[in-house]
């Protein structure tokens, strides 16, 4: 009988809808880990995930499958078995499954038993759920191989456990919410108690378009001990050894990466979403307006950290309203950013469109028609650059604007992808100064303030008409942020954020523009999921809507 085993744990980036990439990635992975018995890959490797409707194309379903065939034949060397995510066709019906393979063949299966239908999944519309599992033989080790929802609660591992595996082996497909380390860690151990095995847990790395997926692998052995822990971020094989004494499996102790504080993390959550989304896509950049302001500061450091500062393109788009500090700054950031910087001036397009609409608007004062005209003259303006470079327009709005309506359609808001779109406005301010503070692992910008600390002190303003603060008209950050909070990410009654000391004239107004401006947020790009309710997968409230919790 197997008294070692050595288990490799690729935590490897898989490409959505590239099976032939992703089965290069596959092959090299295992080929790096010839010494191991068994390799491990996350959920739905071989496709990508979530696949979402993609998955239904029986074009793609074929691919897949002889994608798996293919690496079969591979296992023929003698090296690794293998254990790999992929869709999975059975007696007319779709699973999301993983495939043992070993001996050129594929010689059995595991199918996703409880299959997440909320907050961004919604797999019980494209999958059937399997079975209760049963384990796989490999290598003549009983092997549990629940599929990532399939051990947040007890029912799957029990089974497994009950029917004599060894050892539980989970791939996962797990996004990336803040402070979902610790979440992760104590289910694993729940799981691990009730058992009363050890278990591995693979997760995914890679970002998908609004999701990303941070990696952070570990190993729980049964007695609820760490025994190794993978960096979160960064693609790494690691080969864990295991060795049985009294009967069961226990894994040796290796490398403990150090948890992330909750800056660090978020900050690059954003620099994978967008390196993965410009890179994936094939954009050879991106593009912003650079205002002097600190969420286009903010979202040029994170652009730079994530492609580096030759494919980041930074525009400034002064009007008459625009301030000499702010042309100071901006040029400032550009420079310690080492990024491309340009000004272009709009007021001749404003003049041009004041003359044009002049018979249009007579006997009309102006009001927010002619500031958002500003907004929307600069969104031509980069997207012009955009067409005539190749470079994506990132967009800089923050998620209070968002969540209140203050940010233009067509204008602001135009542009392939948002880097702060579920950010806080003083989670802005935070991860500033943290960026001018600290150089995140993998970044290509360079170290020192990035920032001008000119930017994160001045009063936010859009600057589209004299003497404007974002504070004319939204109370301040800090309240608003707390407001939001409550009514966002935990959907708290009226009377709740009330009591908790917020103004009641001040949450019935924040309530009413946050829905208002459900429209705009169906029409603005894709951007980052940072917390638990992003605008879009998590929330999807409808934009015909009258009822109003504030009365």
């Known amino acids: 009988m ?8 690729a935590q490897i980036n898989p490409c959505m809808g590239d099976i032939a990439g992703n089965l290069k990635k596959a092959r090299a992975a295992r080929g790096g880990a010839r010494s191991a018995d068994i390799i491990l890959f996350s959920e739905l490797f071989v496709t990508g995930y979530p696949p979402e409707d993609l998955i239904l194309k029986r074009a793609f379903q074929d691919d897949a499958s002889a994608a798996v065939e293919d690496f079969a034949r591979d296992t023929l060397d003698g090296g690794p078995a293998v254990l790999i995510g992929t869709p999975w066709r059975e007696e007319g019906k779709l699973y999301n499954a993983v495939a043992h393979l070993d001996d050129g063949k594929v010689l059995g299966r595991t199918l996703k038993c409880d299959l997440p239908n909320y907050g961004v999944f919604d797999e019980k519309r494209v999958f059937a759920a399997g079975p209760l599992p049963t384990p796989l033989t490999v290598r003549g080790i009983r092997i549990g191989v629940p599929i990532c929802e399939d051990v947040w609660s007890p029912e799957v591992c029990r089974h497994l456990a009950d029917a004599w595996a060894e050892l539980l082996l989970v791939p996962n497909g797990s996004p990336y919410e803040v402070g979902k380390e610790d979440v992760r ?3 694993v151990r729940a799981r691990v108690k009730e058992a009363g095995l050890p278990l591995a847990y693979l997760n995914q790395i890679c970002g998908q378009d609004e999701v990303v997926f941070d990696g952070a692998s570990f ?7 760490l025994a190794l822990a993978m960096k979160p ?4 094989s690691v080969v864990s050894e295991w060795m049985r004494a009294n009967g069961k499996w226990v894994c ?4 403990i990466a150090p948890v992330e504080d909750r800056q660090t993390s978020m900050y690059r959550a954003m620099m994978l979403g967008l390196a993965d989304y410009v890179n994936k896509n094939r954009f050879p950049g991106v593009v912003l307006g650079l205002s002097g302001g600190i969420d286009s500061a903010l979202s040029a450091a994170v652009a730079v950290d994530a492609l580096g500062p030759d494919r980041v393109r930074c525009v400034m788009m002064p009007s008459k309203f625009t301030s000499s500090d702010s042309l100071t700054d901006a040029e400032a950031c550009a420079r310690a950013l080492g990024v491309s910087y340009e000004a272009v001036a709009i007021e001749e397009a404003v003049k041009v469109f004041g003359t044009l609409l002049a018979p249009s608007f007579a006997g009309k004062a102006p009001d927010t028609t002619e500031e958002n005209i500003q907004s929307r003259i600069r969104g031509l303006i980069l997207m012009a650059v955009s067409n005539k470079f190749g470079p994506m327009v990132l967009t800089t709005g923050n998620k209070s604007e968002m969540s209140v309506g203050y940010a233009t359609l067509y204008g602001d808001m135009c542009g392939g992808y948002n880097v702060l779109k579920d950010i806080y406005k003083m989670d802005v301010f935070t991860l500033s100064r943290w960026r001018n503070a600290h150089v995140p692992g993998g970044a290509l910008g360079p170290k020192g303030e990035v920032i001008p600390e000119r930017i994160i002190v001045k009063p936010p303003s859009a600057e589209l008409k004299e003497n404007q603060t974002d504070q004319d008209s939204l109370p301040p950050y800090e309240i608003l942020d707390g407001i939001l909070e409550c009514l966002v990410e935990k959907e708290m009654a009226f009377e709740d954020v009330v009591a908790k000391g917020f103004d009641p004239a001040t949450v019935k107004r924040i309530e009413h523009l946050l829905y208002i401006s459900e429209y705009k947020r169906r029409q603005a790009p894709p951007g980052v999921k940072i917390g638990p309710r992003n605008f879009g997968r998590d929330r999807r409230y409808p934009i015909t809507n009258a009822f109003r919790d504030a009365r």
Do not use: K, Q
Not at 2 to 9: E, K, N, S
Not at 233 to 236: P, Q
């Open 252 to 255: 040796s102790p290796g490398e």
């Open 219 to 225: 190993v729980v052995n049964a007695d609820g001990s």
């Open 185 to 187: 860690l104590d289910l």
């Open 2 to 9: 197997t008294d070692r085993l050595r288990i490799a744990l």
């Open 233 to 236: 971020w960064e693609e790494e």
